[in-house]
């Protein structure tokens, strides 16, 4: 493989290991917690778990683009950019839960190409490739061929992520399915591309909570949109809509929308 062609999903796992490594060292210690202007909580770990992963894409692809949570963007115009969520769930971090994980996205242009959730205290690690599927610790999953609502296993990480209208939206949808969960934060990603959850939909996300899941599901055969359906990308307006099939996620637009 020459080096203007790099093996992405082999340098998505050295990330993932980069950030395993110092996040687990702080995991379930006493932790110096900072409060960001979004009033999300991010602690060390965070901040030094991404600055590891940055050194790594300065080393082995130094022109490619980055759109990190902690560090900021940086050469957004560059043909491939690497979206990064050094610990996806810092609530769940901080307060010792295991489903937190690292989020990984690949954009080549406007597409993304590969995704990647890294679950360091569970220790899986679900990738997804475009045209090569999705794994999980090296063996392949599909998502579920749930073509009906009614029939669906429905997850989001917790009730307070919407405004009113949009929690009316998802309480209809959610309602209409056979089993509906809360919590997991990015879990419900994988468990998605894994076949054991049929749809996903969640709210006021940024890139890097969406694009590595995206990779992932897309490459497990699901579909994950922006609820008014159109693809994911660095300025959809965080309103996330997973699902296991095209039917599926059509009936489920229709439920939202409703």
């Not at 493989?1 to 006493?30: K, N, Y």
């Not at 969520?85 to 295991?98: L, M």
Request: net charge negative; charged share 20%; with cysteine.
């Amino acid at each position: 493989m020459s080096s203007s062609t790099p093996d992405l999903s082999l340098i998505a796992e050295a990330l993932a290991d980069a950030a395993a490594a110092l996040s687990m060292r702080h995991f379930r210690t006493p932790l110096d917690i900072i409060t960001k202007a979004d009033e999300s909580p991010v602690t060390l770990a965070d901040r030094a778990a991404e600055t590891a992963m940055r050194e790594i894409l300065g080393a082995r692809v130094p022109a490619d683009g980055i759109y990190g949570e902690e560090h900021g963007p940086e050469r957004l115009d560059a043909d491939r950019i690497w979206v990064l969520d050094p610990i996806d769930g810092t609530r769940s971090f901080i307060t010792g839960s295991p489903l937190w994980g690292t989020l990984i996205g690949v954009l080549q242009g406007a597409r993304v190409v590969l995704g990647v959730i890294d679950m360091p205290v569970l220790k899986e690690r679900w990738i997804g490739q475009a045209g090569k599927g999705a794994t999980r610790d090296g063996q392949p999953v599909h998502a579920s061929t749930c073509t009906e609502v009614a029939k669906a296993r429905i997850v989001t990480t917790s009730p307070d992520i919407f405004a009113p209208a949009d929690w009316q939206a998802f309480d209809r949808l959610s309602r209409r399915c056979a089993m509906r969960r809360f919590g997991g934060d990015c879990y419900g990603y994988a468990q998605l591309a894994g076949g054991t959850i049929d749809l996903v939909v969640e709210t006021g996300l940024q890139p890097y909570d969406y694009l590595g899941p995206a990779g992932l599901i897309e490459a497990a055969g699901g579909v994950i949109t922006d609820w008014q359906g159109q693809p994911l990308n660095l300025k959809s307006d965080g309103r996330v809509i997973a699902a296991a099939t095209p039917e599926l996620h059509r009936q489920a637009m229709a439920v939202l929308a409703a």
